[in-house]
């Protein structure tokens, strides 16, 4: 009788090998997860709302961008397209188009070149779900392609389409569900492949007491984003102009990013958006820009001023001169800013910590005094 042979290998590695799956790796090698690419934006507010970081930026796996008309969003989504454009010079977008209401010119504006964006026109659910996930199928992980959709709210189901064309007025139950579907199909080709998708959405205000604001479509949006960010905005004015516009970024859900965050984005008619938009806001909210007189602006040394008695604030100031709001948009008022722990306050404040979750046992004078109660 022969004698069988003991495979010398690890049981890891036979695992591996049998997988039938090609990606299967020990997670510590695992490219799924400490090998994923991150594009950072010029607007550093952009990069806090997307990782809870300064110098953060976008990851692979779907964004979705939602709320009113005139809230942003498709620039908003552009603007992250033009970032990863601009980082990987073999990039290409593919545009999945229902609204086509995006005019070339905000392509332009967002220094995307329009060569290298595909534009794939759809009219229902079912066409977008068979040529993305085709299109998903036939790149590779090392292909650098943004996906881009505008918009998931403003697009018919199949079954729709085919009641209109038979004059049937019934409810559409199936277009919830073929959302869902393509959410749940495309969760793992994002991550498997390393790229982005960033989805506009629309919102509607639920019914009850205290209103609030729903992403449209379905669960499945909320189950398969990564991210969604629920959109707000108010008005800036000179006077009684209207200047412009600050967006806030709300962070509904997020895997980075504490959820409930707010992050503010101005816009003005007149400088458009600036790198250092909605950081004004953020520092104020830190002590890192303080208004000692009203209207004006001056950043301080939290670390300096923490030691400084009340009278003796203005030592920790950054700046020989206090300067306007709108002249805080420029490397001389943000620079020294930068050099202090700044960025490590944006952290704590935004980030999602690494925690313990479980403490390893039961401090001694907690456990004395447990007493178990049986119901008869």
């Given amino acids: ?81 033009g970032a990863y454009l601009q980082k990987h010079e073999d990039a290409v977008m593919l545009f999945y188009d229902s609204e086509f209401g995006t005019p070339e010119k905000y392509f332009d504006a967002c220094g995307i070149d329009r060569s290298r964006v595909m534009h794939i026109p759809v009219k229902n659910i079912e066409e977008l779900k068979f040529d993305i996930v085709k299109q998903m199928e036939g790149i590779e992980r090392n292909d650098h392609v943004f996906f881009f959709l505008d918009s998931i709210g403003n697009i018919a189901s199949k079954k729709e389409i085919d009641d209109a064309l038979n004059d049937k007025s019934v409810a559409d139950m199936t277009r919830a569900k073929a959302i869902k579907s393509l959410y749940r199909m495309i969760t793992p080709y994002l991550t498997i492949k390393d790229v982005p998708f960033v989805a506009i959405a629309h919102t509607y205000e639920e019914m009850g007491l205290f209103p609030k604001q729903i992403v449209s479509g379905g669960k499945g949006i909320m189950y398969g984003s990564n991210a969604i960010w629920m959109m707000g905005r108010r008005q800036e004015k000179e006077g009684t ?20 965050s707010k992050v503010p984005i101005m816009v003005t008619y007149e400088g458009g958006l600036s790198k250092y938009s909605g950081l004004i806001d953020i520092a104020k909210e830190g002590g890192y820009v303080v208004s000692e007189k009203q209207g004006w602006y001056v950043g301080r040394d939290m670390t300096l001023a923490k030691t400084l008695g009340k009278d003796e604030k203005s030592e920790a100031n950054l700046h020989e001169k206090n300067y306007r709001l709108k002249e805080t948009n420029c490397a001389a008022f943000w620079d020294p800013i930068f050099e202090t722990d700044f960025d490590e306050y944006i952290e704590k404040r935004y980030a999602l910590g690494n925690i313990k979750l479980m403490d390893d046992e039961i401090p001694e004078d907690e456990d004395e005094d447990l007493e178990f109660v049986v119901e008869e």
Avoid: W
């Fill in 1 to 81: 009788m022969a004698k069988q042979t003991k495979d010398k290998r690890s049981l890891m590695e036979r695992i591996k090998a049998t997988s039938v799956i090609k990606e299967s790796t020990p997670l510590n090698d695992s490219k799924l997860y400490s090998g994923q690419a991150m594009c950072s934006t010029a607007v550093k507010a952009l990069n806090i709302a997307l990782s809870g970081k300064i110098d953060g930026g976008l990851g692979s796996g779907a964004l979705t961008i939602a709320g009113p008309s005139r809230h942003f969003k498709s620039l908003m989504g552009l603007i992250l397209a």
């Fill in 241 to 260: 102009d209207i200047a412009g516009y600050t967006f806030t970024i709300n962070i509904e859900k997020s895997r980075f990013v504490r959820e409930k």
